[in-house]
């Protein structure tokens, strides 16, 4: 193991590039954070769209104890989903749907708020800085700002352009926002598309259960979509 990547207690690493690790099922371990954290990642990501709030609690502690152990301040970044309408538990694990039957929209939507909500109460009581995919997209700089801000690293407006155009939309298809590429990941770089797969009675239901929550979230300025 090399010099720069042995954890020493609270020296910064030399280089200017922090290393994001993604937890997950083959790297959540105790034993596997301990070596991600000996090989130079700098911040961990939990995915928050899958697993309960018991297992990212498990990692959280895992990561903080290890913090502790080894007295080198990290960065946990917890990823939120964005509007995906969840259907819910079916009883015996699963649910028929025949031609023409009618299936509850009004259930999901209510199953999404609750996911939301305890969301923001995890984040609030956790101290946990968020950001939106939209917010990124709409004032891209502002966001780098505070996550830069806080995580209290330094940075200047030249840095932030340089973040920025490495990072957008046009540096890693060569497309505009807007320009629609069905076969590629990064399909058409803009935010709010979503919505359009709506009937006008599912806006509706959407609005009225859980419109706030899409302001709170940023995904929306306010309910005329």
């Given at each position: 193991m090399s010099k720069e990547t042995t954890?020493?207690?609270?020296?910064?690493?030399?280089?200017?590039?922090?290393?994001?690790?993604?937890?997950?099922?083959?790297?959540?371990?105790?034993?596997?954070i301990r070596r991600l954290a000996e090989?130079?990642?700098d911040a961990f990501r939990i995915n928050m769209s899958h697993g309960s709030h018991a297992d990212h609690a498990k990692r959280i502690a895992a990561i903080r104890a290890l913090e502790a152990e080894l007295q080198r301040p990290t960065t946990i970044l917890a990823d939120l989903q964005g509007p995906k309408l969840r259907v819910g538990r079916f009883a015996g694990d699963k649910a028929e749907l025949k031609t023409g039957q009618a299936f509850s929209f009004e259930r999901a939507v209510h199953a999404w708020r609750k996911d939301m909500e305890a969301q923001f109460r995890y984040a609030e009581s956790?101290?946990?800085?968020?950001?939106?995919?939209e917010a990124l997209l709409t004032d891209g700089r502002?966001?780098?700002?505070?996550?830069?801000?806080?995580?209290?690293?330094?940075?200047?407006?030249?840095l932030l352009t340089h973040l920025l155009d490495r990072s957008s939309f046009r540096y890693y298809t060569g497309r505009d926002p807007g320009q629609?590429?069905?076969?590629?990941?990064?399909?058409?770089?803009?935010?709010g598309d979503?919505?359009?797969?709506?009937?006008?009675?599912?806006?509706?239901?959407?609005?009225?259960?859980?419109?706030d929550l899409l302001i709170q979230l940023g995904y929306e300025k306010d309910l005329d979509w």
């Open positions: 954890p020493s207690l609270y020296m910064p690493r030399s280089r200017k590039v922090r290393i994001l690790a993604t937890l997950g099922p083959a790297s959540d371990s105790q034993a596997m090989a130079g990642a956790h101290g946990i800085h968020a950001c939106s995919y502002g966001v780098a700002r505070g996550v830069l801000d806080y995580l209290a690293l330094p940075y200047d407006e030249a629609e590429n069905r076969k590629r990941f990064y399909r058409k770089g803009i935010a979503w919505k359009n797969h709506f009937r006008d009675e599912d806006k509706r239901i959407f609005k009225e259960i859980a419109g």
